[in-house]
Antibody, heavy 126, light 112 residues
Framework: QVQLQQSGPGLVKPSQTLSLTCAIS??????????WNWIRQSPSRGLEWLGR?????????DYAVSVKSRITINPDTSKNQFSLQLNSVTPEDTAVYYC????????????????WGRGTLVTVSS | QSALTQPASVSGSPGQSITISCTGT?????????VSWYQQHPGKAPKLMIY???NRPSGVSNRFSGSKSGNTASLTISGLQAEDEADYYC????????????FGTGTKVTVL
């Protein structure tokens, strides 16, 4: 059974870096068909896709324009996991952060998330 | 990029059918058959219920069905059960240059 296990601090100070990790069991971060995403949810912004990483002979990243200047998503093949770093956070970045899987198959992206982590509430406050 | 528009709440009695709408534009819902629906119980992660407008993943009850007409997609829950009480979100691919995915505003389903 494929599972995503999230970890990381629940409290981050303003202007600092938010860091979360998503460990994959039952699949591979280096999969030639899956892609690994970060999505967040807050009362003010709803569900918001942040970005993804995927491997197709080399590593690729796609990021939402709203966070592109502050976000990095990195794979860690040695631990079969991927991470989210969001720099210069403000209270507006307070949200539940989810990792999730979607697919890039022969016909293109599938445009849905079939597997989600449990979510991590991250509060940005001093 | 605006979120897809959903009604804030929908309610029904056990055994009834309800329909949740999801309205977008020709750049997302109306232009592509990449609409998906997610169910979210309090404190839980979203669960995929429908993908590609009307397809159900393995394990999802056939009481859940999806459709689309123009710029509006719909999720119908038939034979409403107490366990269906949750928040529901639609999502779509968008050709907007600002992002790839757009989500709906969410609908709270209450079983009376």
């Amino acid at each position: 059974q494929v599972q995503l296990q999230q970890s990381g601090p629940g409290l981050v100070k303003p202007s600092q870096t938010l860091s979360l990790t998503c460990a994959i069991s039952g699949d591979s971060v280096s999969s030639n068909s899956a892609a690994w995403n970060w999505i967040r949810q807050s009362p003010s912004r709803g569900l918001e896709w942040l970005g993804r990483t995927y491997y197709r002979s080399k590593w690729y990243n796609d990021y939402a324009v709203s966070v592109k200047s502050r976000i990095t998503i990195n794979p860690d093949t040695s631990k079969n996991q991927f991470s989210l770093q969001l720099n210069s956070v403000t209270p507006e970045d307070t949200a539940v952060y989810y990792c999730a899987r979607d697919w890039l198959l022969g016909g293109g992206w599938t445009w849905y998330f079939d597997l989600w982590g449990r979510g991590t509430l991250v509060t940005v406050s001093s | 990029q605006s979120a897809l528009t959903q009604p804030a709440s929908v309610s029904g009695s056990p055994g009834q059918s309800i329909t949740i709408s999801c309205t977008g534009t020709s750049s997302d819902v109306g232009g592509y058959n990449y609409v998906s629906w997610y169910q979210q119980h309090p404190g839980k992660a979203p669960k995929l219920m429908i993908y590609d407008v009307s397809n159900r993943p393995s394990g999802v009850s056939n009481r859940f069905s999806g459709s689309k007409s123009g710029n509006t997609a719909s999720l119908t829950i038939s034979g409403l059960q107490a366990e269906d009480e949750a928040d529901y979100y639609c999502s779509s691919y968008t050709s907007s240059s600002t992002l790839n995915y757009v989500f709906g505003t969410g609908t709270k389903v209450t079983v009376l």
